[in-house]
């Protein structure tokens, strides 16, 4: 059976590759690691050769050895170290083989930011638990041994996403497809200012683990975009969400209703304003409910978040489709309530 995303030996071909005579070399890591999540999905196809993004840049397997290394390098120890076994691998990794470092170059983890552009990228395309706490610098000598290696940021609040369980929690080859094109023909900082606060709370809430938080942020941003302040507008805050959030959903295709977006609205404003958004659903003394993903009101959370990734992808791809974000005025000739 064939290893996903390549056999381990590719990437020490590559380290080769990149290597020069007299000189050392060095390869940015990061590994997305599996832990216990990470369901199939009937359709989606799960890569069995190396991606490559762009120049340098690869989704690939390290060798055994090497992610052990990674997750060493991440996790506090103890004095004396004691050999850990771990009950969980390695999805696949992000690599970036930067080569000899030559005057001038940026010597930290990811000093261009490439493989946080792969993070941000991939989090728009398909939601997954990949952060940045497995990181890692690898420098290599002129023949390809490895000299050292120093951990990345590894700790924060970016160490690890959180996704919904039992749900995917990996690329498919379509996907990276997708995310390759994103690499080579699009800017990130092109948005209009309103997309670009919207995915600010998308990328917020991939981080937070409570959902009452998360569903604060994702409301936040749908608001940001649909949201206008133009003189004369007696609309209120809540019938401009529920009425342009479900119009747009209708253009990108994704289930949302009025009373789906109602039910949201009043879910963050509840949170907002200070109130148990759970009342209704707890007895007396009892905790909030175990949350699954077939429950209504995450379904309800799962397309807001799918409402907010499509419209910052279409925006990346579409400049006629961002345009309608540029002002109070273009949203309420695009969207009208």
Not at 275 to 292: F, H, I
Request: net charge negative; with cysteine; hydrophobic share 40%.
């Amino acid at each position: 059976m064939p290893f996903n995303f390549g056999k381990p030996e590719f990437f020490q071909e590559m380290v080769l590759r990149f290597s020069a005579p007299r000189s050392n070399s060095k390869v940015h890591v990061l590994l997305h690691s599996t832990n216990g999540n990470d369901s199939q999905d009937e359709g989606a196809v799960i890569p069995d050769e190396p991606v490559e993004l762009a120049d340098r840049i690869w989704l690939c397997r390290l060798p055994d050895e090497l992610r052990d290394t990674v997750y060493r390098l991440c996790e506090p120890s103890e004095e004396p170290d004691e050999r850990v076994f771990r009950q969980y691998g390695q999805l696949y990794t992000a690599a970036l083989f930067m080569g000899p470092s030559l005057p001038g170059t940026l010597g930290g983890w990811d000093g261009y930011g490439f493989l946080s552009k792969f993070v941000t990228f991939s989090q728009l395309i398909h939601p997954t638990s990949i952060g940045f706490g497995s990181t890692a610098v690898f420098t290599y000598g002129p023949e390809g041994k490895l000299l050292k290696a120093e951990p990345g940021p590894c700790r924060g609040i970016t160490e690890q996403a959180f996704v919904v369980p039992n749900t995917r929690n990996w690329l498919s080859k379509a996907e990276c497809d997708t995310l390759k094109n994103l690499f080579h023909n699009t800017d990130i900082n092109s948005l209009p200012d309103r997309v670009a606060r919207a995915h600010w709370s998308l990328q917020h809430a991939a981080y937070q683990y409570f959902f009452e938080v998360r569903m604060m942020l994702v409301a936040s941003g749908l608001d940001a975009l649909v949201h206008v302040r133009t003189p004369g507008n007696k609309l209120r805050t809540g019938a401009q969400f529920t009425g342009r959030s479900v119009a747009l959903a209708r253009e990108l295709g994704v289930a949302f209703t009025i009373d789906d977006a109602k039910a949201v609205w009043a879910h963050r404003s509840d949170i907002s304003h200070g109130r148990d958004p759970w009342e209704a659903l707890k007895n007396a003394g009892s905790m909030p409910p175990v949350l699954t993903k077939d429950q209504p009101l995450v379904q309800r959370y799962i397309a807001c978040e799918q409402i907010l990734r499509s419209t910052v992808l279409k925006s990346l791809t579409e400049p006629s489709f961002a345009s309608k974000f540029q002002s109070d005025v273009s949203v309420e000739s695009a969207y009208p309530v």
